[in-house]
């Protein structure tokens, strides 16, 4: 949420921002939210003169409770006062309606663009040629010419299969059952298609503790403050499962969570943090379900697009300070890198464009894709934002500075590995004789050198 006092100061760069963000200017209307502000305020100060001569009269009444005047008048002013709290609750509630579609201002060096034509790669890497030249990256889809289109790890070059058909070959990954149990977009993975994710977010999570992250095991249904304070209500919530409040305790509504960072995050809600203890690193490993909405035709086969799947979030608070977001922001590119270069997945990272940066909430944002040989094209398997103050003003996250001034946090999000990880690797691994190599990281979790049919 962004400082109403800020968006009355720079109106037109609002306005510019709602327009090239692609958000619908009729929800995130800034002329009708100046307006409300002013009535709102209008309101509130004439309620203020009103308490103001209540408590006047009040005072004057201890001197002569008998005076029917005043207190003829005192039940006036009583009644005025209610009728205008009830206008400006009214008017409030509007206000908050329209606040609440207003997005964060995109940093300085988030390039212009409608779509995701427009997002710009900043870097790429594959295991054979390392990280490409920069004048290999243009566009959004510059390094996909230096892709190549067999499996970077198979023993000789063929073309590979897609992730449902060795997958179903191997016994691993069985699609018709998840639609036979609970409907489309939902899978059973089994044997080593289970241990190879695990060993992922296990080898991950090693390296997270390392790096002095705090595990967490979170709620996976949250009340609307969650959700609505990291900026995914109102603008995502045809992606969030809504739970019937009839079977639930004290029939309170309750959501899924189509990732742990509501629940993370939301967990300081309404505190002052010390800023000795800054950054909070923190990490939660769930599944995670969505609806797809607007997604229905798209990638539907195999589990790329899935209702529930399970996710490695790692995320961090910091103190209010642009320099630092920008240098934690690339701190946890590094464990994206870190990661997929251990796996030796080729990938490359791209800087999203002011119309695809997405929810509210983002300021900046990297998508991490990995090549997909099989389909010759990328794949997002990582993302990683930068959110400044406007999801700690929802929550009221707080810090005292060094001068003691409350100030609002900075958060900072982060896919750490999701399923789409072993759809890379079952990309990349195969073999011509059909088995699938387990990639040198994860061996000694397995316990074996590849995968292959029963």
Partial sequence: MLNIKFIREHADKIRDVVRKRNFDPKKADVDKLLQLDDEKNNLQNKIDILRTRRNQIAGSMKQDHSNQELINEGRKVKLKIADLENKLAAITHEWQEVMDWIPNLPLDDVPEGKGEADNLEIKAWSPKLKYLAKEKLYGAQGSSQEMTRFGTNGDYEFTPKPH?????????????????????????????????????????????LA????????????????????????????????????????????????????PLFAYYLDQVLNLKNLPVKIMALSPCFRSEAGSWGKDVRGMKRAHQFDKLEMDMIIEADLGKAYETHEYLLSLNEWLLQGLELPYHVINMCMGD??????????????????????????????????????????????????????????????????????DHYQQSDGSVKVPEVLKGYLGKDKISKA
């Fill in 164 to 208: 449902w058909e060795i997958g179903k070959e191997l016994d691993i990954i069985d699609l018709e059952a998840g639609a036979k149990v609970s409907g489309s977009r939902f899978y059973y993975l089994k044997k080593d298609g289970v241990l190879i994710m695990y060993a992922i977010f296990d080898l991950l999570m090693k390296k997270l």
């Fill in 211 to 262: 790096e002095g992250f705090i595990p967490m095991s979170v709620p996976l249904l949250v009340r609307n403050k969650a959700l609505y304070g990291s900026s995914h209500f109102p603008g995502d919530a045809d992606q969030i499962y809504k739970i019937d409040s009839e079977n639930v305790e004290d029939n309170n509504q309750l959501y899924l969570v189509g990732s742990t960072e509501p």
């Fill in 357 to 426: 940066l997405g929810y509210a909430a983002a300021a900046k944002k990297y998508d991490i894709e990995v090549w997909l040989p099989s389909t010759g094209e990328f794949m997002e398997t990582m993302s990683n934002t930068i959110a400044t103050d406007f999801q700690a003003r929802r929550l009221n996250i707080r810090y005292k500075d060094k001068n003691g001034k409350l100030q609002f946090v900075y958060t900072l999000n982060n896919t750490g590995a999701t399923h789409r990880l072993l759809i890379a690797i079952l």
